[in-house]
């Protein structure tokens, strides 16, 4: 239990479908990060919030829009995806931007 | 981007042996952590050590920033230390790059 925690952990979906994810720390953490884990890849860093404002956006496309209503919870809406954007997303906080991470378990995604 | 090498990228020991898993990278960094990855998912901190020598357990870390390498020790291997080990890197207040990974099999 890392103190961050991630719904739903399995999802699957259309193209067609709008879905969310989920995050919430409890660690009183400032910054928060998505991250995307294909196969045989790196994890790739794609949005980062600070004190619920968004830092950095790591050219993802449109179809991913993230949300920070506060600095205990991320969202990440979905619309219109592509198969290649099935993998595991992973949510992390950290005391402040560049301090250590903390990762929660993921959402494993699957488009059909 | 800060580039970050791990090897090897595979490694199977057997239940009990000792292994150096290694991260190399391009450039000066004050942040880099290890973390290990269950097969659920789960990235699990291990070390924050962007220098010198940690110890945690039959785990342990050194950093030589210097060198611009880290090397993970794991002592006397169990089976629940399979999974993926990964390097990650960063300077200041920038965000962390990650390498590929060491996946590690420990076999009874």
């Known amino acids: 239990e890392t103190g961050v925690t991630q719904t739903p952990r399995h999802l699957v979906m259309g193209m067609t479908n709008k879905k969310s994810l989920k995050c919430e720390q409890h660690l009183g953490h400032n910054a928060m990060y998505w991250y995307k884990q294909s196969a045989k890849k790196p994890l790739e860093l794609m949005f980062v919030?600070?004190?619920?404002?968004?830092?950095e956006n790591n050219s993802v496309p449109s179809r991913f829009s993230p949300e920070c209503p506060n600095s205990s919870h991320l969202f990440l809406h979905l619309h219109t995806l592509q198969p290649e954007d099935s993998a595991l997303y992973l949510c992390a906080s950290s005391q402040n931007k560049g301090d250590t991470q903390y990762f929660g378990p993921g959402t494993r995604l699957t488009v059909l | 981007g800060i580039q970050v090498e791990q090897s090897p990228p595979d490694l199977i020991l057997q239940e009990g042996a000792n292994s150096t898993l290694r991260c190399n990278f391009s450039?000066?960094?004050?942040?880099l952590q290890w973390f290990h990855q269950n097969p659920w998912g789960q990235l699990i901190n291990l070390f924050y050590i962007p220098s010198g020598t940690k110890q945690n357990g039959r785990l342990s870390a050194t950093t030589v920033a210097t060198e611009r390498y880290s090397l993970l020790y794991i002592s006397s291997s169990q089976t629940t230390d399979s999974g993926v080990y990964f390097c990650?890197?960063?300077?200041?207040?920038?965000?962390?790059?990650f390498g590929t990974g060491t996946r590690l099999t420990v076999i009874p």
């Open positions: 990650a890197v960063g300077t200041g207040a920038n965000n962390l790059f």
């Open positions: 919030y600070s004190l619920e404002e968004r830092v």
């Open positions: 450039d000066s960094v004050n942040n």
